[in-house]
């Protein structure tokens, strides 16, 4: 696949617009906050005015991108929506109902710019680039199409986002336009060592307390090829963290050896769980969540069943067994083929709508 132009009719929307909503998936990943950040940066160096709604609070490990703590967050629009704005911008997001805010986005046109295979075209523009390392990448793009100045904050950003969607360039979305992306980001000002300070090692306390209880309960199936987690809201009681805590904490069963396919299966306050996957090479388990009203990518998805824990997550080993069976042999199971396109993943999940306050 070869990379694909912002359209004309997308760079016309952007250039006539005086002030821009920006917005992503619920639980938002690297990709979405990164690249709504970096966008907003760009169009206000256009002078434009743009704010970002997202449903969901930033996990923490993405709150030091330049401009987190000025986003818009929760179901309530920001001041002056939509009377006082000129179009909407949904980034990184396949569906309009991903963005847990679809109620209110007929209200202005749409420009849709996204790199999910499965992306709906939902927009009154399109720009879906399944060829991209990360979205963040199409914005990088999108930023020199415009002849537009990259600052140092917008780097960063930027360059978080293919940090996070290639897994730290290991994945086999880290292609040579990643890493060309990648090169152009740090000679405009983006700096890698602390982006990754960010990233791997600003984790709270709390995230180490839940993932030291998250391992007590790994458990091993299938030979040694599932691995299977527990998450409980009395897990995140003890550790004293928030649900953003658990970001990034499904990768450690995943990095046992001989380990093909995850199952995390979490306990949600409501009583159902959410199950999230994830996977090696061609085993699909975008095909599992899909088959519960979820979604993702391949090697990456999720979704909410009305279930016990442990019927749950018997029933995601029983279906990764399969999955495993019916997939070819793992003759290579190379670290590269772990295509998580990060996070997009188990928050492909039907989310229930947040509860009022944090859980735990
Ligand atoms: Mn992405």
Redesign the pocket.
Known sequence: MTATKAPEDLLRQIRQGNRFLLTSHVNP?G??IG?ELGLARLLRGMGKGAVVWNRDETPSVYRRVAGADRIHLGEEPPVGWPEKFDGTIVL?CPGPDRTGLEDHLDELPVVNI???LGNQHYGTVNWVDPAAP???EMIFRLARTLKLRVDEETANALYL?LV??TGGFRFSNATSAAFEAAGDLVREGAQPARVTRWLYESRPLASLRLLAEMLATLEIHAGGRIATARLTPGMYERAGASQSDSEGLIDYPRSVAGVDAVALVKALEDGTTKVSLRSRGEVDVERIARGHGGGGHKNAAGYVVEAEPDAAAREAVEALTAALATGPAPADVSESEAAL????ADEAAAEPPPAGGEEG
Do not use: L, N, P, Y
């Open positions: 990943d990709d979405a690249s990184e996204d790199h999910h990360a979205v963040g986002t996070t969607d396109a990060a996070g997009a």
